[in-house]
């Protein structure tokens, strides 16, 4: 299989179904941007800006955290036990049926 689905809630509770590859070595926040989801993706996905936050609503067993992505979410704002930064979560058969939902902007 090489593609999966991940359901995204958007900031208006609008939900998005999303396919992604898993064979092109993409992280959340490069799908969320491919669809054109409101994700700004500032830093490149380096773990440094938190505009790709979002809330992981499913039961998937994901990778712990890194210190860069906990350090990030120290920062960040609206960070809840579930908050992921989507930059950080590889696109993989594990995360197939992923519902997520997008932290809200600062601002
Ligand atoms: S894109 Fe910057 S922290 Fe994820």
């Known amino acids: 299989m090489s593609d999966i689905k991940i359901k995204v809630i958007d900031r208006e509770d609008k939900e998005h179904e999303l396919e992604a590859p898993t064979d092109m070595n993409m992280n959340l926040m490069e799908v969320f941007k491919a669809y054109e ?19 992981v609503l499913s039961e998937h067993k994901l990778p712990d955290a890194t210190d860069d992505e906990e350090d ?7 960070v809840e036990d579930n908050s992921r930064l989507g930059c950080q979560l590889k696109i993989s058969d594990d995360i197939n049926g992923l519902v997520v939902k997008l932290a809200p902007t600062a601002d």
């Open 72 to 78: 990030m979410l120290d920062q960040a704002f609206f």
């Open 37 to 55: 989801l409101p994700v700004e993706g500032t830093c490149g996905g380096m773990a440094l800006c938190s505009t790709c936050h979002c809330y």
